[in-house]
């Protein structure tokens, strides 16, 4: 099996769009899409393996070499700060990762006079190192839900959170104040498995890129 080679992908949009993409270059994934509980798959004609796997956690799967390749956001990797190797950016799955606060707030709030202030996210360390290099003290309560729920109830007034439509926040009188970074979704690859693999994963690099 040592000549397969194993992407992470996580479920949702993302996994519906790689599918795609993967088709373009010509390695068939399809079956990723079917209506089952299998979390790996193989293609033994073309040598390739599938993980289905939760977002946070494909930078962990490649990192540890369980898999060669992984395609995840942009904000994971930011968060997480892996040791991998990160060839492509796949421009799919944007976003925006977001300040936010809710409108009453915002209407006579100066983002530039921020000292110390309280934030819900599911990106501490990001949003540490963001409002750090503002000079601006933050506290910091980690979440896992959803976060337009903390300065509803007076856990935070303010949040980070990933923003696509704003419909989300609109709903829950929220508004965006200041953007941390864009997001896309990204193509990574284990650092030995680009030495031993070398050949076979440079082609599915290069052919990815002719198509984005």
Not at 11 to 39: M, N, P, Q, W, Y
Not at 111 to 140: C, D, M
């Amino acid at each position: 099996m040592s000549d397969f080679i194993t992407i992470a992908i996580p479920k949702g949009r993302i996994l519906h769009d790689s599918v795609a993409l993967f088709k373009k270059i010509g390695i068939d994934c399809e079956e990723l899409l079917s209506d089952t509980r299998k979390l790996v798959f193989e293609n033994a004609e073309q040598k390739m393996r599938y993980m289905i796997v939760r977002a946070t956690d494909v930078p962990t799967y490649v990192e540890y070499g369980c898999a060669d390749l992984g395609i995840v956001g942009k904000d994971t990797l930011m968060e997480q700060e892996k040791d991998l190797y990160e060839p492509l950016d796949l421009k799919f799955g944007y976003c925006r990762l977001m300040v936010a606060e809710p409108a009453g707030l915002s209407a006579q709030d100066d983002p530039a006079a921020w000292n110390h202030i309280r934030i819900a996210t599911k990106y501490p360390h990001v949003t540490e190192k963001y409002f750090a290099s503002k000079g601006v003290q933050v506290e910091l309560i980690k979440l896992y839900g959803s976060i337009e729920l903390a300065p509803l109830v007076g856990l935070s007034e303010r949040i980070v959170d990933l923003v696509s439509t704003g419909e989300t926040l609109k709903q829950n009188g929220l508004v965006e104040v200041e953007t941390i970074a864009e997001i896309t979704c990204r193509l990574i690859v284990n650092r030995a498995s680009l030495k031993t693999k070398h050949e076979r994963i440079s082609e599915i690099i290069s052919g990815l890129e002719k198509h984005i």
